[in-house]
């Protein structure tokens, strides 16, 4: 059995275990407090959530850490309960995306660990504490595109990126918009609003939002047929944007140490996609969809998408000695 933790902030974490979890060799029990993780694993833990204490003074302990805030019972819990889970099951491998503290849990019960690591300045103290302790440290991008300096280790591995569709065959909605733009559940905040007033204004172009309150159970259609995707700079979007092949804006959202405008950065400087560094103004558009209807999608190949979940799965079956059992 592998362990495999989900944090519950957006939905790119989960799409991304669940498409790893698919190319193991093992089966995986899914552990995270987010309220419905689906189908995909062979058992699910429900944890605690940690964010309900009342003291907001020490919540990274001096900053060892990054959230372990005193007098929460929720976190208290929802150690306990892992810790539990490891003792009773005594998984192979632990994944952690992302947690520095439940690494580090994991890590004190002899459990090998494999944690992901997302883009960013990461060099402060808990990070460099979880890649230290890490067995394997997998960076969902391309090492030619974007090489940190803080992650230049043997234990690291590059696999490119995670997307859900990796594969699929592409199959364009007929009715896919001009103008396709990606909210996300927690990458970026696109009202709804606003890309009805961009609708009005453009209406040369036909839009269309995908965000809370307008989901499709399957964007992939549109995906592969709209003119242009707008979009965060989310791990998971710009995977699966990649995936698709889709001439893109993105708009990096503000995240802890810079996340997704390192991200941006490298996409900007291989010429993938149109990169802005805000919301643009209304008058702003015209040129920017423009420009990205004149990118080649073939482009898009330098991302890595093909063979990724497989490679992090290869990566995390190091630790388990299954690679080398399932090789022989």
Not at 86 to 96: L, Y
Not at 134 to 149: Q, S, T
Not at 169 to 174: C, I, K, L, S, T
């Amino acid at each position: 059995m592998i362990g495999y933790y989900v944090h519950h902030h957006g939905s790119g974490h989960l799409h991304r275990a669940r498409a790893i979890a698919a190319e193991l060799g093992a089966p995986v029990t899914v552990l995270t407090s987010l309220p419905d993780p689906g189908t995909g694993f062979a058992d699910t833990v429900l944890l605690p959530r940690d964010d309900s204490g009342t003291d907001p003074v020490g919540t990274d302990a001096g900053g060892a850490l990054h959230w372990v805030p005193r007098g929460d019972r929720g976190l208290a819990d929802r150690m306990a309960a892992i810790a539990a889970w490891i003792a009773a099951v005594r998984p192979s491998a632990m994944v952690v995306d992302v947690s520095v503290e439940v690494a580090l849990l994991a890590r004190l019960h002899g459990v090998p660990v494999a944690t992901m690591v997302l883009p960013g300045e990461r060099v402060d103290d808990p990070h460099r504490l979880v890649h230290r302790i890490a067995d394997r440290v997998i960076a969902a991008w391309p090492r030619e595109l974007n090489d940190p300096p803080y992650l230049r280790a043997d234990d690291v591995r590059f696999v490119g990126g995670i997307s859900r569709f990796a594969g699929r065959p592409r199959v364009p909605d007929p009715q896919a918009p001009d103008v396709l733009v990606l909210a996300g559940a927690g990458g970026a905040d696109f009202a709804a609003e606003t890309v009805s007033d961009l609708a009005v204004r453009h209406g040369d172009r036909r839009w269309r939002h995908l965000g809370p309150g307008s989901w499709v159970d399957d964007p992939w259609p549109l995906l592969c047929g709209a003119g242009v995707v707008v979009a965060h700079c989310g791990q998971g979007a710009v995977a699966d944007i990649a995936a698709a092949g889709a001439r893109a804006v993105l708009i990096p959202a503000a995240r802890p140490f810079g996340e997704q405008h390192a991200t941006a950065a490298a996409i900007d400087a291989a010429g993938l996609a149109v990169v802005a560094d805000r919301w643009p103004a209304p008058e702003e558009w015209p040129d920017l969809l423009d420009r990205a209807a004149e990118l080649e999608p073939g482009r898009w190949a330098g991302w890595r998408t093909t063979g990724a979940a497989a490679r992090a799965a290869a990566a995390i079956e190091e630790l388990t000695g299954r690679r080398e059992r399932r090789a022989s």
